[in-house]
C-alpha cells in the first residue's frame, strides 16, 4: 500500500543559524512518519510540530501516515531508513513498554532497531459516563461509581479503543484492586465505543480526550476523572485518580508520551540537531494552545540518554498493567 503523504512545506525557508547544528540537510525535506491514519492522534501531534518546526528552523517536514500492526509497521519503516537525520518517526510510549509485554514475538527490538531522540508531549486519558445514566444511579464522583459497581449485582462495562490498549489496561488494574465489577468492552477504534457510550449500549469509556470533549462541554457526557494521579490544566475541575486511592485503587498515574525515534545508529550530533528543532518547534506562539485543544501537553525535549533511562523507569508500571489484565497479542 503507497502511504498518504502530506507536505507541510515544499522548500527550506533558511537554514538552521548554528553551525554546529548544520548537519542535516535543510535543502531536503525530513520524513516524519506515524503510526495512524489521518486525523489520529500522533497524525495531529505530527502535523502541528511539522508546522512549527518549519516555521521556527526552516525545515520542510513531511508527514508520512503509516498505520497497522500496532504501530510496529511504522516503526519497522523508521528503523530501515539511512542514519542521516531526516527520517524519524513518533512513537507512543507504549511501543517501547506494554506491547513487548503483550507480544510472544516481537518483529523487531525496540533497543536494539531505533534510537529514541526526544520526548514530544503528553496526554492521558478521560473517563466519561452518560450524564443521565450517572445521575439515575448516584454517580456523584468516580469513587461513587467504583462503589456502585462494588455492590452485589451490579456491573460496569467500559469501552476500549482496542485490546490491549491504554483504556484496557488501565480499566484493567482500576477492577483488580479495587473489587469493582467491570467488564472490558474492546472495539476497533475509540469512534464506536464512543458511539455505543452515547447510544448508551456500555457504561463508560476511558479513552483520549479530543472526542469526548464536545459530548462534555455539550453536556451529554460527565467527565468521572482523568487517568493520570493529578488533575490536568485544560480540566481543572474534573479529579485525577489519585483522588480515588481510598477506594481500593492504589496509586495510579496513566501519563501516555510520544517519543521522537530515528533508525540505529543515529550519531549524536544528529540526534542533538533533532532535540534542538523540537525546542525550537516547541517554543513556536499558538503550539501549546493547539495542543491542549486536543488534550495533548508540550514535555520540555530531552536529551537520548534521559529519553532512554525514562522509557525504562516507565516499563514496570506499564508491564504490571499488562500482567494484570492478561492482554496478549499473538
Known amino acids: 500500500m503507497i502511504a498518504r503523504r502530506t507536505l507541510l512545506a515544499a522548500t527550506a525557508a533558511a ?63 523508521v528503523s530501515k ?12 510510549i507504549t511501543l517501547f ?41 448516584g454517580w456523584t464522583d468516580f469513587g461513587a461509581m467504583l462503589d456502585w459497581a462494588r455492590r452485589p449485582g451490579n456491573e460496569l462495562t467500559n469501552g476500549a479503543a482496542s485490546s490491549g490498549g491504554a483504556s484496557h489496561l488501565l480499566t484493567a488494574t482500576i ?10 468492552v474492546p472495539y476497533r477504534g475509540g469512534a464506536p465505543a464512543l458511539n455505543d457510550l452515547l447510544a448508551g449500549n456500555i457504561d463508560m469509556a476511558f479513552d483520549f480526550m479530543p472526542a469526548l470533549l464536545p459530548h462534555v462541554a455539550a453536556g451529554t457526557l460527565k467527565p468521572m476523572a482523568v487517568g493520570s494521579r ?32 530515528g533508525p540505529a545508529g543515529l550519531p549524536p550530533a544528529l540526534c542533538s540537531q533533532t532535540v534542538e528543532l523540537l525546542r525550537r518547534a516547541a517554543a513556536h506562539p499558538g503550539l501549546e494552545e493547539r495542543l491542549r485543544a486536543n488534550g495533548l501537553l508540550p514535555l520540555p525535549p530531552l536529551e537520548p540518554a534521559a529519553t532512554r533511562a525514562r522509557i525504562l523507569a516507565d516499563r514496570p508500571r506499564w508491564r504490571e498493567m499488562v500482567e494484570i489484565s492478561g492482554a496478549r497479542i499473538e
Open 15 to 77: 537554514p538552521l543559524a548554528s553551525p554546529a547544528l548544520g548537519q542535516i540537510s535543510t535543502t531536503r525535506p525530513m520524513r516524519l512518519i506515524v503510526p495512524n491514519p489521518p486525523g489520529g492522534q500522533s497524525d495531529t501531534i505530527a502535523r502541528l510540530y511539522g508546522e512549527a518546526i518549519q516555521a521556527t528552523s526552516g525545515q520542510a517536514v513531511v508527514i508520512e501516515n503509516r498505520s497497522g500492526a500496532n504501530g510496529l509497521i511504522a516503526m519497522d519503516a
Open 97 to 137: 513498554t506494554s506491547l513487548p509485554a503483550m507480544m510472544s514475538r516481537m518483529p523487531l527490538d525496540v533497543d536494539r532497531d531505533v534510537t529514541p531522540i526526544t520526548s514530544v508531549v503528553t496526554s492521558t486519558t478521560l473517563c466519561c459516563v452518560r450524564a443521565d445514566r450517572a445521575a439515575e444511579r
Open 81 to 92: 531508513a539511512p542514519p542521516d537525520g531526516l527520517t524519524t518517526g513518533l512513537f507512543s
Open 175 to 184: 477492577a483488580r484492586r479495587s473489587g469493582a465489577a467491570i467488564t472490558v
Open 230 to 261: 493529578a488533575r490536568v490544566p485544560f480540566l481543572p475541575d474534573v479529579p485525577g485518580l489519585g483522588e480515588f486511592a481510598g477506594h481500593g485503587i492504589g496509586e495510579i498515574d496513566l501519563q501516555s508520551w510520544n517519543i521522537l525515534a
